[in-house]
């Protein structure tokens, strides 16, 4: 059974995953947030209960964007470290780009998409979302942010070999990376990343 690090997880699970089967994946949630219950509590910049070249996968969506830029460099060795050789990270977070042309056409309080928590906008993308930083959750402020080539720069720096993704037009504008630690043929790169990606 291979292994699946949902990292940041709040109260995610791997059944609301596409591709990822409950029948030949396990997954390990992990999460700075103990109210979450996770399986691991830690921080995406101190994994170190995660063992090395442990897991075969990491799903890391909406949690890069909530550390500080000069951390994201410790945080993708973090993940690195802990992949096996043919190991593979899947990455969501919003899309920066996508959010300077809605502030250009001034929408940036018009509301972006419907959560679960209420509706979005795009300056909660940008900062957190003000009515969870209200309510006393200071872990939904955000701290950095990307566009799809610095997110890309950012895994090429972290050693990740092979690289698929871009911009989607899901939850208003978002990123989505599907990144390798070993290089892979466009061919190995779809058979892994289609049925996972895009969302």
Sequence with gaps: MKTL?????GWSNISQLKGFNKDTWKEIRFDIDEKVRP????????????ETASVDAIYSAYNLDHIYAHEIPIVLKEFHR?????GFALV???DLQTMGELIAQDKYLEILYQSQIGPVYPIDVIYGHRGE????NEYMVKKCGFTYSALDASFSVAGFKARYGGRLTTNGG????VAFKQEKSEEEIKKIADPIFPY
């Design 133 to 136: 930083i209200e309510a006393g």
């Design 39 to 50: 399986d691991i509590i830690g921080t995406l910049t101190d994994m170190k209960l995660v």
């Design 174 to 177: 978002e990123l989505g990376m």
């Design 82 to 86: 802990v992949l096996k050789e043919d």
């Design 5 to 9: 690090l949902n990292v940041g997880c």
């Design 92 to 94: 969501r977070c919003p």
